[in-house]
């Protein structure tokens, strides 16, 4: 069964600073989606950044952007020039490509804190 | 719509109850999904519609959970007897296609008492 774990539950970084949230995930398939959410009190999930596992180039939107690590399963999130509005809950998710459903497997999430 | 709509925002219901919650997806979204995110933990899976059919409701807890999605395009899900254990934010995403990006709602927080 595939699975993904964020073992980072809270973390906390500095206005203007760069900060790195943490993914890993198992999986014995070789092609599938990755993705990073963000959950503001809204509660709407509202996606960030999506990564391909068959391109090998990092994926990066603005101020966001990964680090990939297909071998090591590993799947992480940097964020630039934090900004207050970046506080939220982050959850990274699994899809696979293929077969009868589309459905996301979510971690736990990792809450981040932006100081002022 | 302009984005998923879900209501109602919030309900409070007393155990054994019967719950309904609905969902407006994005107008010309065949796909939708039922996610259930419980305290501190991500949202897993319920139930993924193509069109009017449920091709896939393997995530639906017991019988006790039903959704359905009459003409294609909103979606209810119901949930008799309710217990404690299903208090719980339900968020339901749409997305174009079967491999489209899904679109999430603001979700339906149940907590039962």
């Known amino acids: 069964a595939q699975t993904v774990t964020q073992s980072q539950p809270e973390m906390s970084v500095q206005e203007a600073e760069t900060v790195t949230l943490s993914c890993t995930y198992d999986t014995s398939e070789s092609d599938y989606y990755l993705f990073w959410y963000k959950q503001p009190p809204s509660r709407q999930m509202i996606l960030v950044i999506r990564?391909?596992?068959?391109?090998?180039q990092n994926a990066t939107e603005n101020r966001f952007s990964v680090n990939f690590q297909k071998a090591a399963k590993s799947f992480s999130l940097k964020i630039s020039d934090s900004q207050l509005g970046d506080a939220a809950m982050y959850f990274c998710?699994?899809?696979?490509?293929?077969?009868?459903?589309?459905?996301?497997?979510f971690g736990t999430g990792t809450l981040l804190a932006v100081q002022p | 719509g302009a984005g998923v709509s879900q209501t109602p925002s919030n309900k409070v219901t007393e155990k054994g109850k019967y719950v309904e919650l609905r969902c407006d997806p994005i107008?010309?979204?065949?796909?939708l999904y039922w996610y259930r995110q419980s305290l501190g933990q991500g949202p897993e899976f319920l139930i993924y519609?193509?069109?009017?059919?449920?091709?896939?409701d393997s995530g639906l807890p017991n019988d006790r959970f039903f959704a359905v999605r009459p003409e294609g395009s909103v979606s209810t899900l119901k949930i008799q007897r309710t217990e404690r254990g299903d208090s719980a934010v339900y968020l339901c995403?749409?997305?174009?296609?079967?491999?489209?990006?899904?679109?999430f709602g603001e979700g339906s927080r149940l907590t039962v008492l």
């Open positions: 519609f193509q069109g009017t059919g449920a091709a896939d």
């Open positions: 995403a749409s997305s174009r296609s079967f491999t489209g990006e899904l679109f």
């Open positions: 990564q391909e596992a068959y391109k090998q």
């Open positions: 998710a699994y899809r696979p490509i293929g077969g009868a459903t589309n459905k996301l497997i």
């Open positions: 107008s010309g979204h065949t796909a």
